[in-house]
């Protein structure tokens, strides 16, 4: 059983830059892949990234590529996100999301699921 908290949403003007948190909780933490998705009103909910368990593999959206960072602390038992250069269009509630299999980015691969942080990027 893993518990996620997120944590760093706000308000930020085009351009700015924000770091997510997800904190877990649980004894298996640093087996699982971990993701961040996010959904932004009227729209379904997308992939942003993910890393894998020992951070040896990782895999972004285009639409982030070269201005989001996924990182994780096992030690902590927390991921990060680091969204640099952001876009209104960035606009979304982001989730932070754990996965037994590895390499998944597909929503439904992933158990577990925090409640959300949202962000909101002013033009």
């Known amino acids: 059983q893993v518990q996620l908290v997120e944590s760093g949403g706000g308000l930020v003007q085009a351009g700015g830059s924000l770091r997510l948190s997800c904190a877990a909780s649980?004894?298996?933490?640093?087996?699982?892949?971990m993701g961040w998705f996010r959904q932004a009103p009227g729209k379904e909910r997308e992939f942003v990234t993910a890393?894998?368990?020992?951070?040896?593999?990782?895999n972004y959206a285009d639409s982030v590529k070269g201005r989001f960072t996924i990182s994780r602390d096992n030690a902590k038992k927390t991921v990060f996100l680091q969204m640099n250069s952001l876009k209104p269009e960035d606009t979304a509630v982001y989730y932070c999301?754990?996965?037994?299999?590895?390499?998944?980015?597909?929503?439904?691969?992933?158990?577990?699921w925090g409640q959300g942080t949202q962000v909101t990027v002013s033009s």
């Open positions: 999301a754990a996965a037994r299999s590895s390499r998944s980015w597909r929503s439904y691969e992933y158990e577990y």
């Open positions: 649980g004894r298996t933490f640093n087996t699982y892949t």
């Open positions: 890393i894998s368990w020992n951070s040896a593999w990782t």
